[in-house]
């Protein structure tokens, strides 16, 4: 069965500094999706990255970016200049291609200290 | 550009009482479409996902249903609530027969069953 492990269930960074936080998942696919969402206090889930398997580079979205390690199934989340806008629970999730559904990590909790 | 409702936002119902949360998705047509619940401080619980009007895939069994009367609506019901059924619900989309399920939810309802 595939599944996806954040380990870490809280974490704290200071403003204006970096973070990052770690998912590994678990899967015989060789074609597959991960993705990194974000759930504000407010609770809307928000997609903050994507990254598609088939591809080496790392991808990135302004103050956020991927590491990829295919080989090694990890799929980690930095946040470089943190802001207190970044406080909220993240969720790891993978979707095999092609696949309708996301397989979902428990979360983690962040906490931004000005 | 494509925009998800939900509603009720909040909603207080008693033990044994009904229960209809409606989904509406914008600007997009022939939508997958998903119910998820979230327990407090826990992760996401794929109820129902539906492909297609009259198409509904049950996730876990349980005291609830969903319905696809309209392409772009998902009903989540019950008959009689329980105690249990307290939860954040949330609604989400993805494109039908996309490459990745990359999915975008909805504000969710919070209900509260007492």
């Known amino acids: 069965a595939q599944t996806v492990t954040q380990s870490q269930p809280e974490m704290s960074v200071q403003e204006a500094e970096t973070v990052t936080l770690s998912c590994t998942y678990d899967?015989?696919?060789?074609?597959?999706?991960l993705f990194w969402y974000k759930q504000p206090p407010s609770r809307q889930m928000i997609l903050v990255i994507r990254q598609e398997a088939y591809k080496q580079q790392n991808a990135t979205e302004n103050r956020f970016s991927v590491n990829f390690q295919k080989a090694a199934k990890s799929f980690s989340l930095k946040i470089s200049d943190s802001q207190l806008g970044d406080a909220a629970m993240y969720f790891c999730?993978?979707?095999?291609?092609?696949?309708?559904?996301?397989?979902f990590g428990k979360g983690m909790k962040l906490t931004v200290n000005p | 550009s494509q925009t998800i409702h939900q509603w009720p936002a909040t909603l207080v119902q008693p033990v044994g009482s009904p229960l209809s949360l409606e989904c509406t998705v914008e600007?997009?047509?022939?939508?997958?479409l998903y119910w998820y619940r979230q327990a407090a401080g826990r992760g996401l619980q794929l109820l129902f996902y539906s492909v297609g009007i009259g198409q509904i895939s049950s996730e876990v069994p349980q005291n609830l249903s969903a319905s696809r009367p309209q392409d772009r609506q998902f009903i989540l019901s019950s008959k009689k609530l329980l105690l249990s059924d307290s939860g954040f619900y949330l609604c989400?989309?993805?494109?039908?027969?996309?490459?990745?399920?990359?999915?975008?939810f909805g504000p969710g309802t919070r209900l509260t069953v007492t």
């Open positions: 899967t015989s696919e060789s074609d597959y999706y």
């Open positions: 600007g997009t047509s022939n939508p997958n």
């Open positions: 989400a989309w993805s494109v039908l027969g996309g490459i990745s399920s990359e999915q975008y």
């Open positions: 999730a993978y979707s095999p291609g092609g696949s309708e559904k996301l397989v």
